[in-house]
């Protein structure tokens, strides 16, 4: 799983803030579901007579995924990441030949673009992206309708891996 269509990765080893964890009943099927979203096998740690007992992928900063091959739950792990500076619609169909399957893209009430995909597990991730050309529909709605202690932005901020 060498090949990616993204921003440039990201490897160097760094304290993960948030990671996802899923069990798999098939590394090699998994990985090539999430090669179609954008993910490069970052590490693979050897277990036991040398099967793979961990890998790690990650699509972009902070957007990491360890996996661990065993008796999968269907259902149980599901993520969200920011979809960057990639055409949702082409990830949707490469996550679509890839064997996954896939819902959108879709345009969301709030102002997002967003394409989820699970693999063949039952792992669900969505990638999300916001409607820039809604950005001040978006943020009169904010201000509008939504309650609590945040602020809304003056302006559109650029979308991507903000560090």
């Not at 090539?32 to 972009?60: D, K, M, S």
């Not at 065993?70 to 500076?85: D, H, M």
């Not at 102002?111 to 969505?126: I, K, L, M, Y």
């Amino acid at each position: 799983m060498t090949e990616h269509s993204g921003p440039a990765i990201d490897r160097s080893i760094y304290v993960m803030p948030m990671f996802m964890n899923v069990v798999v009943s098939d590394f090699t099927a998994v990985e090539a579901i999430y090669a179609a979203a954008g993910f490069v096998t970052l590490a693979t740690i050897p277990g036991p007579g040398g099967v793979p007992a961990l890998v790690h992928l990650r699509r972009e900063r902070n957007q990491d995924i360890l996996m661990t091959q065993g008796a999968a739950v269907r259902g149980s792990v599901s993520a969200s990441f920011t979809a960057g500076n990639v055409d949702l619609g082409e990830v949707a169909e490469r996550l679509r030949s890839s064997g996954a399957e896939v819902t959108g893209p879709v345009d969301t009430p709030w102002f997002t673009t967003d394409v989820t995909f699970t693999d063949g597990d039952g792992n669900t991730v969505t990638l999300t992206a916001p409607r820039v050309a809604d950005q001040t529909a978006a943020r009169d709605w904010a201000s509008d309708q939504i309650m609590g202690d945040f602020e809304v932005p003056e302006a559109a901020t650029a979308v991507g891996n903000e560090r």
